[in-house]
Antibody, heavy 118, light 109 residues
C-alpha cells in the first residue's frame, strides 16, 4: 500500500522559516515526480511546487517562487519543502502528493498544518 | 498562467439525481485535466485523469468529458457518499503551473 506522511508543520512567526518533510513508502519512489499542494482554512486547493523524479528540475507557483525550495532524497524516499520568509497568507494545510504520469495527483498524504502568526 | 473556472460554485441535489459540473480553461489544455473529490478534514481523492479516464476503484457513475477549454464531470446517479467538494486541475505544463479550479460544493437538497 502506498503511503505518504507529512511532518514539520507548526506555528511560526511572519518572516520565519519552516521545513516540511514527506516520507513515502509502498512504491519505487525514484520513479515518480512529487508535488506539494496547500489549502488555506476554508478555501480551495492551491498547487505550490513540483519536483521531477531525479530531483534535477523543480517548479513553483508564482506565490512562493524565491521563498520556497522543494527537494528530494531518493535514497531516503522523502521530499522536502523548505519555506522561508513566511507570510500570514502561507497559513494552510500542506499536502504532499504523487504525480501520476503527468496526468494527476493520485496519492496524497493527510497533510500538515502551517500557521504563520505573531 | 492558465486559469480554471468551475461552475457552479455550489449546488443542491438529491440522491439519485444526475449532476454535472463544468470546468473552463482560459486557454487550450488539450485533455490535460484531472478531477478530485474532497470531503471535510480529508485529502482530495483522485477521480479522473486525462479528462475522461477513470482512476482504478472509482465508481462508474463518475465520468469526465471534454477537451480544449471546456470540461465536465458527471455523476450519473448521486449517492449519499458523493456529497463533497469537487475540484478540477490542469496538467498542460506536465509538472508546472498545475492550476486548480475554485471547487464545486455538492450539498444535499
Amino acid at each position: 500500500e502506498v503511503q505518504l506522511s507529512e511532518s514539520g508543520g507548526g506555528l511560526v512567526q511572519p518572516g520565519g522559516s519552516l521545513r516540511l518533510s514527506c516520507a513515502v513508502s509502498g512504491l519505487t519512489f525514484r520513479n515518480y515526480a512529487m508535488s506539494w499542494v496547500r489549502q488555506a482554512p476554508g478555501k480551495g486547493l492551491e498547487w505550490v511546487s513540483s519536483v521531477n523524479p531525479s530531483g534535477g528540475s523543480t517548479y513553483y507557483a508564482d506565490s512562493v517562487q524565491g521563498r520556497f525550495t522543494i527537494s528530494r532524497d531518493n535514497s531516503k524516499d522523502t521530499v522536502t519543502l523548505q519555506m522561508n520568509s513566511l507570510r500570514s497568507d502561507d497559513t494552510a494545510i500542506y499536502f504532499c502528493a504523487k504525480i501520476y504520469s503527468g496526468s494527476g495527483l493520485d496519492k496524497w498524504g493527510q497533510g500538515t498544518l502551517v500557521t504563520v502568526s505573531s | 498562467a492558465i486559469q480554471l473556472t468551475q461552475s457552479p460554485s455550489s449546488l443542491s441535489a438529491s440522491v439519485g439525481d444526475r449532476v454535472t459540473i463544468t470546468c473552463r480553461a482560459s486557454q487550450d489544455i488539450r485533455n490535460a485535466l484531472a478531477w478530485y473529490q474532497q470531503k471535510p478534514g480529508k485529502p482530495p481523492k483522485f477521480l479522473i485523469y486525462d479528462a475522461s479516464s477513470l482512476e482504478s476503484g472509482v465508481p462508474s457513475r463518475f465520468s469526465g468529458s471534454g477537451s480544449g477549454t471546456e470540461f465536465t464531470l458527471t455523476i450519473s446517479s448521486l449517492q449519499p457518499e458523493d456529497f463533497a467538494t469537487y475540484y478540477c486541475q490542469q496538467f498542460s505544463g506536465y509538472y508546472h503551473q498545475l492550476t486548480f479550479g475554485g471547487g464545486t460544493k455538492v450539498e444535499i437538497k
